[in-house]
């Protein structure tokens, strides 16, 4: 069975030790079918550690989020994004720039699987790129979570004959 694909313009992998790195173009696809482009990504089998620069990802459950520079700790069960926004909207680039309805722009995101959270630090909600509100510490659950008490995100839609609404 095929756990990740990872396909690169430049790929080298050290026999010795077991490091990938992948340059220019890089696509890695997971088995949930989460697909993730980057321009560089260095990953060590031995220490199961990885770091990526320039990072779009589409996760299987409709969300999206953008990277400066990322790393994944697969032993800690732990993803960082550095420098990133993040939106669950369906259509996000307006006119070939990112403009979904809303998205959070964080300083750094850290999605902690093992706990089944994630943790945005110095966020900004946007809603169609407009900051509206600042937090210096905002977690919710990860998408795998069916119920949780607490925050519940917002739903933005725009419906055509009564314009924008939000639901909770």
Request: proline fraction near 4%; charge should be positive; hydrophobic fraction near 25%.
């Amino acid at each position: 069975e095929i756990k990740n694909k990872l396909t690169a313009e430049t790929l080298r992998y050290n026999l010795n030790s077991k490091l990938i790195e992948a340059k220019k173009n890089v696509e890695l696809t997971d088995k949930k079918g989460n697909k993730i482009s980057l321009s560089k990504f260095i990953y060590n089998q031995n220490s199961k550690r990885g770091y990526g620069y320039d990072i779009k990802a589409f996760s299987s459950d409709g969300s999206y989020s953008e990277a400066k520079e990322g790393e994944i700790d697969q032993i800690k069960g732990l993803t960082i994004l550095r420098k990133s926004k993040y939106t669950t909207c369906n259509k996000i680039f307006e006119n070939g720039k990112f403009c979904p309805s809303w998205s959070l722009t964080s300083d750094q995101i850290k999605h902690d699987r093992k706990n089944k959270k994630i943790i945005h630090k110095n966020s900004f909600l946007k809603i169609k790129n407009i900051p509206v509100l600042y937090t210096p510490y905002l977690s919710h659950p990860d998408p795998s979570v069916k119920r949780q008490s607490g925050f519940l995100p917002p739903s933005i839609k725009t419906i055509s004959n009564i314009g924008r609404t939000l639901k909770i």
